[in-house]
């Protein structure tokens, strides 16, 4: 059974940093593209970043210079390094893998920047 958990959410002032974690199991995820998306309240759910198998990396324009993707594929994680947060970052953030159709989800995490 296919898992991803992920870790490291919170409440954050305007400036901030914070670093969330997803640690898959289920099956070998090295081939697969790793990912966090995020939906804010009452927003469509959104790439923030992604991360393929050979570590060729995404990110959304509203997150680039702030944010660094990361991933091990012997621990089956993938991080999001987030500086410089801002109020408009809040939003639950979800891990995410995906590879030839199959996709799969986690939880979530909310992150919320506020002072």
């Known amino acids: 059974q296919v898992q991803l958990v992920e870790s490291g959410g919170g409440l954050v002032q305007p400036g901030g940093s914070l670093r969330l974690s997803c640690a898959a199991s289920g099956r070998i995820f090295s081939l697969y593209t790793m990912a966090w998306y995020r939906q804010a309240p009452g927003k469509q759910r959104e790439l923030v970043a992604d991360?393929?198998?050979?570590?060729?990396?995404n990110y959304a324009e509203s997150v680039k210079g702030r944010f660094t993707i990361s991933r091990d594929n012997v621990k089956n994680t993938v991080d999001l390094q987030m500086d410089s947060l801002q109020p408009e970052d809040t939003a639950v953030y979800y891990c995410n893998v995906r590879h030839l159709g199959i996709i799969f989800w986690g939880q979530g995490t909310q992150v919320t920047v506020s002072s």
């Open positions: 991360i393929t198998s050979f570590g060729s990396t």
